[in-house]
């Protein structure tokens, strides 16, 4: 069974960066889509980015275009999702998610077949 788990969360001030880890076992998943998804106190999970590893293709939230980047490590079965020029509303536990299909909905959360635990992000005014 795929396992996601989540690192590199944390406390940082508005304008730092931060880069967080979602590292995949129990298969790899070069031919599957990755998402980045986060949820912020009394708001509605969102989709943050996601990438394509066989096709390459990736996608942004228009919120985070720009800030964030999304990439790969296919000797790792490691997806990260580097944040710069994090502001306060970035505060929110941040999710990994694992498409186990082939159709590409990157920011639909119910086409996501397995999700990590969360990691806290915390940006201080």
């Known amino acids: 069974q795929v396992q996601l788990v989540e690192s590199g969360g944390g406390l940082v001030q508005a304008g730092g960066s931060l880069r967080l880890s979602c590292a995949a076992s129990?298969?790899?998943?070069?031919?599957?889509?990755m998402g980045w998804f986060r949820q912020g106190p009394g708001k509605e999970r969102e989709s943050l980015a996601a990438?394509?590893?066989?096709?390459?293709?990736?996608y942004y939230a228009d919120s985070v275009k720009g800030r964030f980047t999304i990439s790969m490590s296919n000797a790792k079965n490691t997806v990260y999702l580097q944040m710069n020029s994090l502001k306060p509303e970035d505060t929110a536990v941040y999710y990994c998610?694992?498409?186990?299909?082939?159709?590409?909905?990157?920011?639909?959360?119910?086409?996501?077949?397995?999700w990590g635990q969360g990691t806290q992000v915390t940006v201080s005014s």
């Open positions: 998610a694992d498409d186990l299909g082939s159709r590409w909905y990157p920011d639909r959360s119910d086409e996501y077949d397995v």
């Open positions: 129990g298969r790899t998943f070069r031919r599957y889509t």
């Open positions: 990438m394509n590893w066989s096709s390459g293709s990736t």
